[in-house]
């Protein structure tokens, strides 16, 4: 499951978003943490994720920066 761009874009860090996939019962919860610029000037955040699949929650830390075109990529960690 990809880092959600909305969550990035709107959440106020502390705050998580749920989700859940409803064909794979799969879910979990995206949280923003800090909000900064980088040494390009692209606006970046770090984030939590949790992941659950089948009982078993996975949580990874990383960094995504919003493009000049808007959309967010993820430049530090993994998408689980």
Known sequence: SDVC??????N????P??????DTKH????TP?????SRDGLHCRD?????????QTETVHGTACREAD???R???GRQP
């Not at 761009?5 to 709107?10: I, Q």
């Not at 106020?12 to 705050?15: D, Q």
């Not at 879910?27 to 995206?30: P, W």
């Not at 984030?47 to 009982?55: A, E, L, N, P």
Request: no cysteine.
């Open 5 to 10: 761009s909305s969550d990035l874009e709107s």
């Open 12 to 15: 106020r860090s502390g705050s």
């Open 17 to 22: 978003s749920k989700w859940v996939n409803p």
């Open 27 to 30: 879910s979990g919860t995206v």
């Open 33 to 37: 943490l800090n909000t900064y610029k």
């Open 47 to 55: 984030y939590q994720q949790t992941v659950t699949i089948d009982g």
């Open 70 to 72: 808007g959309t967010w």
């Open 74 to 76: 993820v430049v530090k």
